[in-house]
């Protein structure tokens, strides 16, 4: 069964879980109920990580505790569809088997022949530096947004979360994107699960999403098991 601990965001989370189903319909065929893979999602509110408010302290008893409760209900292995948690995947694969965010796109980034990405994500993922560290290692350039650029990514980010202004929150992320275009970057890591809701495309650009390549990590992963 695949565990899946949701709520950040929540919205983000039930797009995961659509991308899953679709994604076992394009390459599987699923028709039937039968057709489909067990998932059980732990939709569980945490601390606000986009305005950073948990620290590590805080943060990763909680996601402990939400992936013991999975791995209880009888999840197999676990994702969780949100960037800016993905820095305690290590800790959290000592208790559970995990798939990661950042791993699973990286090998994304590898298929498309693109050297340098653009990162859109919150500020606690863009400061952990995680995607510059593991992308950096394989090669890759990653071009961050100004600080004025960020905090229109962070207020788009609210937008979805909220509910509202998507036509907005678009039209921000794509006037974020033209900046790191013109340094060089030729694709868009959309390193927060929310973002893939209002871009799923930008004019010359390839997108990486986050969202969508993690769930179908978990169905090939689980239909490998």
């Known amino acids: 069964m695949i565990g899946v601990l949701g709520g950040m ?7 995961t879980y659509v991308r899953m189903i679709r994604y076992c319909q394009e390459k599987y065929g699923a028709v039937r109920d039968s057709d489909y893979p067990p998932i059980l999602i732990y939709n569980m509110p945490i601390l606000d990580v986009v305005g950073q408010e948990g620290s590590e ?43 990661s965010i950042v791993e699973e796109t990286l090998k994304e980034a590898k298929k498309s022949g693109i050297k ?18 593991a992308f950096g290692k394989a090669g890759f350039g990653i071009v961050i947004p100004s600080d004025a650029g960020q905090a229109k990514v962070t207020g788009a980010i609210m937008a979805i979360l909220s ?17 790191l275009k013109s340094r060089g970057a030729e694709g868009a890591i959309l ?14 650009m390839k997108l990486l999403d986050t969202a969508d390549i993690i769930a179908r990590a978990a169905v090939d992963y689980y239909r490998r098991s």
Do not use: H
Not at 9 to 15: R, V
């Open 57 to 99: 302290k805080e943060l990763l008893p909680l996601l402990a505790q939400g992936i013991l409760k999975l791995k209880g209900a009888g999840a197999d292995f676990c994702i969780i569809p949100c960037n800016s948690v993905q820095k305690f995947v290590p800790k959290l694969r000592e208790d559970a088997t995990m798939l």
């Open 116 to 133: 340098k990405w653009a990162l859109l994500g919150t500020n606690t993922t863009v400061k952990s530096r995680i995607y510059q560290e």
């Open 191 to 204: 390193a927060c699960t929310d973002l893939p809701i209002v871009l799923q495309d930008a004019e010359g």
């Open 9 to 15: 965001g929540p919205e983000s989370t039930a797009y």
């Open 163 to 179: 509910g509202k202004n998507f036509g907005k929150a678009r039209e921000t992320l794509l006037d974020v994107l033209g900046p």
